[in-house]
């Protein structure tokens, strides 16, 4: 199973539509926050199920601010990371998804990609495609490709 991973696009559809174009066929998008109001336009865009969750950005919406999820018989824990202190640490991140008995945890808010085994946990953040922060500062995303009983193979990309 093939899984988009994507943040903080802002309402900016532009870049999100070229990772989209690249990526396809993928089986599942997972969008960590920040989608200012464009939740509709990413599923119909995506073709696929889809998780969105709310950032801290994301006013006046339905959205969880949390999800859980199970692909492939991989658990895994999908929030904007914002409650969590992820700009700080991990670490209370990686205890609520180890809490969750989740063996990944996806966040977006830093805007800068990871990919990271603390304590067990699959830490995830797909940078973002709209205002990346990293240094040389390329807009990113995270492919995942699960199957049962392996273990998830994760690459960030880049526009």
Known sequence: MKVLIVS???GRDENLEEA???EAPFDYLIHCGDVEGREIFIESLAEC???IVAGNNDFFTDLSHEEEITLEG???LVTHGHYYFVSRNHDRLVEKAREDNCQIAMYGHT???????EDGIL?????????PRQRG????????????????QVEIRYL
């Open 137 to 152: 500062r390329m807009p990113s995303y995270a492919v995942m490709e699960l199957e049962q009983g392996k273990a998830p």
């Open 20 to 22: 989209v174009l690249r």
């Open 8 to 10: 903080d696009t802002h």
């Open 49 to 51: 199920p889809c998780i």
């Open 74 to 76: 991989h658990k895994m």
């Open 123 to 131: 830490v995830i953040n797909p940078g973002s495609l709209t205002y």
């Open 111 to 117: 805007h800068m990609p990871v990919i990271e085994e």
